[in-house]
């Protein structure tokens, strides 16, 4: 279930992002789009995220992240009751590393 809705600015945004082809046009976008303590905010909770992913407890999350237990428990929601991207995204990290392993 999707909580946003799809709309000309929110398309125009994620299409511009699917432009982005290195980590450096990254930083370069999203340090001229955003505050740093957006960016910093959005990076922890993906840090959150995967640490839940790696079934990390909410005390080591807090520790390594220093994201509260309300963020990790949002977090931890989106997860398993979220649209999916998490998952998907994960799927698709692995899936890469996986693939340079094969590689190397």
């Known amino acids: ?10 398309d125009d945004l994620f299409n511009a992002i699917l432009k982005l082809e290195t ?3 990254c930083y370069e976008l999203f340090e001229d789009l955003c505050t740093v303590l957006e ?3 959005l990076a ?3 840090q959150v995220a995967k640490m839940l ?5 909410y005390s080591d999350i ?3 992240t220093g994201a509260s237990t309300a963020t990790i428990s949002r977090v931890n929601r989106c997860i398993n009751y979220g649209s999916g991207g998490y998952s998907m995204i994960f799927k698709r990290l ?3 590393e996986e693939k340079n392993n094969q590689n190397k």
């Open 1 to 10: 279930m999707r909580n946003l809705q799809n709309d000309k600015q929110m």
């Open 23 to 25: 980590v450096d046009e």
């Open 39 to 41: 960016i910093k905010s």
């Open 44 to 46: 922890q909770r993906f």
């Open 53 to 57: 992913a790696g079934k990390h407890v």
């Open 62 to 64: 807090v520790a390594e």
């Open 94 to 96: 692995k899936d890469d």
